[in-house]
């Protein structure tokens, strides 16, 4: 069966700080992998999805950024944290099986609170 | 682009009121797709919607996409609490991302 894991699942980090959030996905190939933020109480903000190895693709334009080094791991990153990046950040994978039922299936998630 | 909102944003009922969350989409959909999040945990996929008029129950929820394939309801009928966590639509179209709805927070008090 597929699993997918995240960590840390929780982290407070300083303004300026940098940031390497890792999601990894078991007992699946080729996944389509997502990064969403969620701010406290309010909905999923997609802010990254890749297809494959080395492919990304940015949703929202910020200080984060996102790699794909293997197949399975997905990682999320920043040099330098702003207050505003403090929130709930789940990784999420699926595979397209057919026309349109792309089933999105979430990791833990790691709070980050940015001081 | 793509947008789906959902109404309400939030509701709090009694144990044992019926609650009814609605999904618009600006755009045809190719199917819709619901998902619960517990408070402090994650998005869990509940159910997807294909055709258009489907209509689906999982015990006390109904699931239902509209006949022009633009928009959805999940109504749970006896809530309980349960049940409390927020709801989220998501839809695609053709082979594009799913985009998730808004969201709606539903709070039941015993």
């Known amino acids: 069966s597929q699993t997918i894991h995240q960590w840390p699942a929780t982290l407070v980090q300083p303004v300026g700080s940098p940031l390497s959030l890792e999601c990894t996905v078991e007992?699946?190939?080729?996944?389509?992998l997502y990064w969403y933020r969620q701010a406290a109480g309010r909905g999923l903000q997609l802010l990254f999805y890749s297809v494959g190895i080395g492919q990304i693709s940015s949703e929202v334009p910020q200080n984060l950024s996102a790699s794909r080094p293997q197949d399975r791991q997905f990682i999320l990153s920043s040099k330098k944290l702003l207050l505003s990046d403090s929130g709930f950040y789940l990784c999420?994978?699926?595979?397209?099986?057919?026309?349109?039922?792309?089933?999105?299936?979430f990791g833990p998630g790691t709070r980050l609170t940015v001081l | 682009g793509q947008q789906v909102m959902q109404i309400p944003q939030y509701q709090h009922v009694q144990e044992g009121e019926d609650f009814t969350t609605y999904c618009n989409s600006s755009t045809t959909l190719s199917n819709i797709q619901w998902y619960k999040q517990r408070p402090g945990g994650h998005p869990v996929f509940l159910i997807q919607?294909?055709?258009?008029?489907e209509v689906k129950k999982q015990k006390r929820l109904t699931f239902q996409f509209g006949e022009a394939k633009k928009n959805s309801s999940l109504h749970i009928t006896a809530t309980q609490t349960t049940d409390v966590g927020t709801y989220f639509c998501a839809g695609t179209k053709g082979f594009q991302k799913l985009v998730f709805g808004t969201g709606t927070r539903l709070l039941v008090s015993p």
């Open positions: 919607l294909v055709k258009s008029g």
């Open positions: 999420a994978w699926s595979v397209m099986v057919g026309f349109g039922t792309d089933t999105q299936y």
């Open positions: 007992g699946t190939s080729n996944p389509n």
